[in-house]
């Protein structure tokens, strides 16, 4: 069955084509476990690509399509490898990578007979694969096949993924939405649905059998992507399918509303639907049941956050709040980060949160991973009552090394200025500046003068009491802690003199932004600095060059130079910027935090500068008037309060720059 390779054996794929021979021809026979370790290899060299692992995929196409005659061999599982790699790319810079692939593609298209011929296969899976396969290759022969079939095979699965295929080679398929068969009707309304009622009426079936459909994993993602360029459809679509009676439909199409709602504005359409939702499956948990269980295991251990839409959709109701309590409570039994619903009930006030952080800090082992993370930096005010004591006793009696320095901020995060008390909580905190504790939630231990520094800065000249103590770090060896201090006393008795002998130095830091914030604050008089601050325009990073430009701004109150830089670095994804040509759906943020306090003072600044910065104006409307998403984050709730604020400030800033016309 093998036949002998005649390509150059000492080119740079010979290591990868030996490889792949040799296991070609022990799955010559047609043994499983010989077919099982070839198959392996190719699936490694096709997920792991490198520099001749395309090689080894050409070599074995030709014969990984004459093993699907061979008795007993897994021809589904072949047939998923073909199928992936007529979907692979390569780049156009590994010349390699190009021809090899293109070999086998090439390979695959003239196995389209073979193809065809299982097409009519006795085994229903091995049939959908086929035609899933033809749908990759535009030939005449694979387009009739699939027709046929479309009409005569009587397999519900197989016929929706001929309809499927058939729409992969942009060949008409509308006829398919009259099929009997409640599943090939679903497969036609996400691909050429037109009216909003071919859509419901194709979804509305979509339970039975979906999950057999090849390349189809689940409805909600399939929808989105079939429908992408009407995206009036694709909100219909996920509405019908957040009402679906399958539960399971309901949990995905949650996720891919989550990611909706992250990259699309009109997407808050479905939160009614997410409200719904949240509530009956928030009760549903409480229960005892084999179904309840089951849920519960699901929610806590399967892929992506349940939570993570339902988030934002907490608090429209009492059921929905309460929803959330549910699924906050859930997710503690998880040992990672990031529990939306609780964090969703801090941004929504609930008094619960309060309760939650007082028993935890009092507790033999406080779950410290979820209060620094997604609990702490979110209290404010409205948490005093029920956790400010407990905070105010970890920062009074907690030892050295056991002190948490997220709780000394939290403590300055839920108490003002004219607390009654407040002069109990400066002299805790001051008492705290070279005290050891705990870094961060992931652990660390060191000296934060700095941060305990910033909490007293918050008080302002209720924090009297602490002059001294901050005084004291004038001489400390660190600059960040003498800026730091510097700007504290500047806010406690309104003298800048401190501050203004640390900023030449904080400036020429590597890290100049805290300079460059307290050079914005105090304006004119610290025009002695303005020529750092316009060198610093420059700056490659977005948010230096920004929080530059806003210093400048307000120091010397010079327009031209400024404008500029602030409209350049809001179009960055370092502050945050979701680029236009991202994709509504997969559309992963960027590895960086994004720099929000900068994005805020710039768009500010703009508003601050009025006419003279004309040349924003563009940019602000697309920040008002976009339907897409213009703040990206990997936190769905906080993104979209972090675009609803942008979009509120672009307006504020537009209406200042050109303000409407009164004449009628």
Known sequence: MLDEDDTDE?????????????????????????????????????????????AGIALAVPYLVKLLDVPGVDRTRILRLLTE?????????????????????????????TVQRLAADTDAGVRAWAA??????????????????????????????????????????????????PLPRFAAAVTVATTPADLR????GAAPGYDELPRVPSPAPHLCERL?????????????????????????????????????????RLVPALVRILAATG???????????????HLVFGPGDFGAALSYAGGTTPDATDGLATFAALHQHRSTPGNDPLRALCRLRDPRIGRYVAEQLTADEPRWLELEFDVLPRLGPWAAATCGPALLDHVRTAPDGVLRFGVVEALGRVTTPTDAAVAEVVDAVRNRIGSIGILRWIGGLGTAPDRVTRVLDRFG??????????????????????????????????????????????????????????????????????????????????????RAAVAYWRVAGAAEPVVPVLVRALGDVGLGMRPADWPILRGDPPPTIPDGTARTAAVRCLGEIGPAAAGAVALLRTGVGSDRRQIWGSDLADTLAADDDWRRQCADALFRIDPPSTED
């Open 10 to 54: 000492d080119d740079e794929y010979r290591y990868e084509r030996d490889r792949v021979r040799r296991l070609l021809t022990a799955a010559a026979g047609g043994a499983p476990a010989d077919v099982e370790r070839l198959l392996d290899a190719v699936w490694w060299a096709y997920e792991v690509p490198h520099d001749d692992a395309y």
């Open 85 to 113: 790699v007529t979907e692979r790319s390569a780049d156009p810079e590994q010349p390699g990578w190009l021809a090899n692939l293109t070999a086998a593609q090439a390979a695959l298209t003239a196995a389209t007979p």
């Open 132 to 181: 899933t396969l033809l749908g990759r290759v535009a030939t005449d022969g694979a387009v009739a096949t699939l027709h046929r079939l479309s009409r005569t095979d009587p397999n519900p699965a197989v016929r929706a993924a001929v309809t499927v295929a058939l729409a992969d080679l942009g060949v008409p398929v509308a006829d398919r939405l009259d099929d009997p068969a």
């Open 201 to 204: 009426r194709g979804l509305a």
């Open 228 to 268: 992408a360029d009407r995206p009036d459809l694709v909100l219909d679509g996920m509405e019908v399918l957040l009402g679906h009676p399958d539960t399971w439909i309901r949990d995905g199409t949650v996720r891919t509303a989550g990611d909706l709602l992250r990259a699309w504005r009109p997407a808050v």
């Open 283 to 297: 009760a549903a948990l409480t229960g005892d049941g084999e179904t309840a269980q089951d849920l519960r295991r």
């Open 461 to 546: 000249p209720a924090a009297a009491g602490a002059l001294p103590d901050l005084h004291a770090l004038r001489d400390h060896d660190d600059p960040g802690v003498r800026l730091a201090a510097a700007l504290a006393v500047h806010h406690i008795d309104l003298d800048p003199a401190l501050l203004l002998a640390e900023l030449g130095t904080g400036l020429g830091a590597a890290d100049p932004r805290p300079a460059l914030d307290a050079l914005a604050e105090i304006g004119p008089a610290g025009a002695g600095f303005a020529e750092q601050a316009r060198t610093l325009l420059r700056h490659q990073d977005a948010g230096v060059a920004a």
